[in-house]
């Protein structure tokens, strides 16, 4: 195995492309660029359920006595569209950029495509650490008071 030095890499040479690895990028930019308009159209549906549920289910139930109101849950789908609009755009400037690269032979330009395709799967990653934690505490939280109310009912007897 070679040694290698971070301090001091050594020159290597460029990575050159053979035609099946254009021809597999070409395909997976199609697929990208697929998956980016869905995510555009998901957070369009998204954006529409959280009008819905500010503006027109508080004036619809009026008298429901819900625990949570639905402008609350609004804004959370609100939030959660704001938050899956990062990685859309970078996904979506990765096949645009990709299809570019290729189309003129732009070493620049791929870099630059593979650029958003790192950030894609850096903001993505980063939500799901995220989501990952808040079901961690939820399942904390409710194992604490879960043990809690039991034993209260423990000691009532």
């Known amino acids: 195995m070679d040694n290698f030095d971070a301090q001091h890499p050594e020159p290597v040479s460029p990575v050159l492309l053979n035609d099946e690895a254009i021809k597999a990028l070409s395909e997976t930019r199609k697929w ?54 990062l990685p859309v755009i970078y996904l979506f400037r990765f096949g645009s950029m990709m299809k570019k690269a290729i189309a003129e032979s732009s070493n620049q330009l791929m870099g630059a495509a593979f650029k958003n395709l790192s950030l894609h799967f850096r903001t993505v990653g980063i939500i799901t650490i995220v989501f990952i934690s808040f079901y961690i505490l939820a399942i904390l939280l409710m194992l604490i008071f879960g043990m809690g109310m039991f034993a209260g009912d423990l000691f009532k007897a």
């Open 32 to 85: 990208t660029n697929f998956f980016s308009i869905l995510g555009i159209i998901g957070i369009v549906i998204i954006l529409f359920a959280a009008v819905i549920m500010a503006f027109v289910l508080p004036s619809l139930n009026e008298e429901a006595g819900q625990d949570v109101s639905p402008v609350f849950i609004g804004l959370l789908y609100l939030i959660f569209s704001a938050l899956y609009l």
